[in-house]
C-alpha cells in the first residue's frame, strides 16, 4: 500500500477501523526527513495490515491540536480510531513495530 496523507476531511474515516499510525510532521523538520524512509519501510512489510499515514502539522493545525501535537515527528499508533500509543521524536523500523503490537 502507499502511505496515506490524511488531513480534517479524511482522518476519521482512514483511522476509525483497523490499526492505523499516524506521522505528525512539517516539511522543515529535519527529524521528520529522517523518519519519513523508515515509514517507506514499515508500509513496505506491513502494509497489509497496517494504514501508515502522514499529516502535516502546518497544513493542518486543528488536528495537530486536537492530537495536543507540541514536538514533532510525533508518531500516534491508532486502533478502530482509539490512540493506542504516543512516541515523540525519530522512531526507528523496529521502535515502529513495537507500537504496533
Do not use: Y
Not at 9 to 33: I, K, Q, Y
Amino acid at each position: 500500500m502507499a502511505i496515506t496523507h490524511l488531513n480534517s476531511d479524511n482522518f476519521d474515516a482512514v483511522t476509525s477501523e483497523g490499526l492505523a499510525l499516524v506521522d505528525f510532521w512539517a516539511t522543515w523538520c529535519g527529524p521528520c526527513r529522517m523518519q519519513a524512509p523508515v515509514l517507506e519501510q514499515l508500509d513496505a512489510e506491513c502494509g497489509e495490515t497496517v494504514k501508515v499515514c502522514k499529516v502535516d502539522v502546518d497544513a493542518e493545525p486543528a488536528l495537530a491540536r486536537r492530537f495536543r501535537v507540541m514536538s514533532i515527528p510525533m508518531l500516534i499508533a491508532l486502533k478502530d480510531g482509539q490512540v493506542k500509543e504516543t512516541r515523540v521524536g525519530f522512531q526507528d523500523l523496529e521502535a515502529l513495530k513495537d507500537m504496533l503490537k
